[in-house]
Structures are given as structure tokens and as C-alpha cells.
């Protein structure tokens, strides 16, 4: 089956700074990547997804870029704010349309 | 949450009762999704349904656990005779096509089950 490894499990950053996660993933037909966000007490929210036809992905601060060979996808968010702090997930889905978690970034913005 | 409901959002058990989780997907999704999440852990794929169909319980435990979506109501996740390991949160996700036609999954709040 599909190993999704997440990296770091938590992550530090003054607010205006980058924050950049990286997930690796073990099946190569793998095809679809999404990245929640999920804040305390709440469920994830899909933040932004990329597909295997795809490179790179961007939506505003947000972007996310996929290297099918090396088999590895990264989340990166600009200029960070308060309201990023929260704890992003990534997942992969296989050939058998099941989702698989990385285990989690607790990301913290510090003012 | 893209108007995924679940309840109830917290519940309390104690060891051998048993516990009702309600999921009601996006309304026109046909396709739900049940997770269990651990302390500082990630989502664990449990089991995927359809209306009237279980499609995939790969990650549902055979004793205890069982899931429903029936034709008319919610999608109901019961677990018989809880243990304290049952304790976590349960996510409901639904999709309005199965994942793979390029449709994602919405997750509802949770349930966090609490077992004494």
C-alpha cells in the first residue's frame, strides 16, 4: 500500500518568514495530492491539490509543487500570518481512490 | 467544512455501551468517507460507502465496528462495546463523485468520542 511520510512535525517561523513542508510518497501511481489545514477543535480543510499532470500549483501565498520522480511533494506559504498557525496535513491518493495522511505539521507563526 | 455535519461533537462513553456517530454529507454527495484520528496523529482510512453500499472496509476493524449510508438519512458509524482505545476523533468526509474523477474530499467538524 501507499506510505506517506510528513516532514517536519513542527515548524517555527516569525510571521512575514516562508514555511515549507515536505511530504514523500511510495507509490508511483499515486495521482492525486491534496494539503489540509486543520486548527484546533475542527475538522481539515482542503487548502490547495495538485494532480500528477502538474508540476506546481499556486494560490496566492499558498503553492505546492509535485516531483514525480523523486516521488516527493512540498507545501510552501509566503509571508506567513498568525492565522497560518495550525496543523497541515498531506495526503496522496493510489490507483484504489483511497486517501493516505501524512502525520501532521504542527506549524506555528510567531508575531 | 463545505457543509459536512457531524454529530454529535463530543461523546461519552463508558466501556461496553455503545456509540452512534451521525455524518450528513454535502447535500448531492453520494460518497462518504470515515476516519479516525488519534492525539497527534493523521486521518486513518476506515471505510467508504455509497448510498446503500459499503464500497471499500479495509480499514475498519471486523468486531465492533460497523457503518451504514442508507438510502434516505445520514451515514451512521456504530461502535458496539467500546474500549478506552476506541477513544478519538472520527471525521466524516464526502464527495459528491468518487475520488479519482477529480473530485476531492470535505471533511465534516468531528465526533470526539471520549471513552471512561
Known amino acids: 500500500g501507499e506510505n506517506v511520510e510528513q516532514h517536519p512535525s513542527t515548524l517555527s517561523v516569525q510571521e512575514g518568514d516562508s514555511a515549507v513542508i515536505k511530504c514523500t510518497y511510495s507509490?508511483?501511481?499515486?495521482?492525486?495530492f491534496p494539503w489540509y489545514k486543520q486548527e484546533l477543535g475542527k475538522g481539515p480543510q482542503l487548502i490547495i491539490d495538485?494532480?500528477?499532470?502538474?508540476g506546481e500549483k499556486k494560490d496566492q501565498r499558498i503553492a505546492v509543487t509535485l516531483n514525480k520522480t523523486a516521488k516527493h511533494f512540498s507545501l510552501h506559504i509566503t509571508e506567513t500570518q498568525p492565522e497560518d498557525s495550525a496543523v497541515y496535513f498531506c495526503?496522496?491518493?493510489?490507483?484504489?481512490?483511497?486517501?493516505?495522511f501524512g502525520t501532521g505539521t504542527s506549524l506555528t507563526v510567531i508575531p | 467544512n463545505a457543509g459536512v455535519m457531524q454529530n454529535p461533537r463530543h461523546l461519552v462513553r463508558r466501556r461496553g455501551q455503545e456509540a452512534r456517530l451521525r455524518c450528513s454529507p454535502v447535500?448531492?454527495?453520494?460518497?462518504v468517507y470515515w476516519y479516525r484520528q488519534l492525539p497527534e496523529e493523521g486521518l486513518k482510512f476506515m471505510v467508504y460507502?455509497?448510498?446503500?453500499?459499503?464500497?471499500?472496509e479495509s480499514g475498519m476493524p471486523k468486531e465492533r465496528f460497523s457503518a451504514e449510508f442508507p438510502k434516505e438519512g445520514p451515514s451512521i458509524l456504530r461502535i458496539q462495546q467500546v474500549v478506552r482505545g476506541d477513544s478519538a476523533a472520527y471525521f466524516c468526509?464526502?464527495?459528491?463523485?468518487?475520488?479519482?474523477?477529480?473530485?476531492?474530499?470535505?471533511f465534516g467538524p468531528g465526533t470526539r468520542l471520549l471513552v471512561l
Open positions: 460507502l455509497q448510498k446503500e453500499n459499503i464500497i471499500d
Open positions: 495538485i494532480r500528477s499532470n502538474v
Open positions: 447535500k448531492g454527495h453520494s460518497h
Open positions: 495526503a496522496a491518493m493510489n490507483t484504489g481512490n483511497q486517501f493516505y
Open positions: 468526509a464526502s464527495s459528491p463523485a468518487r475520488t479519482g474523477r477529480g473530485e476531492t474530499q470535505y
Open positions: 507509490d508511483s501511481a499515486s495521482n492525486y
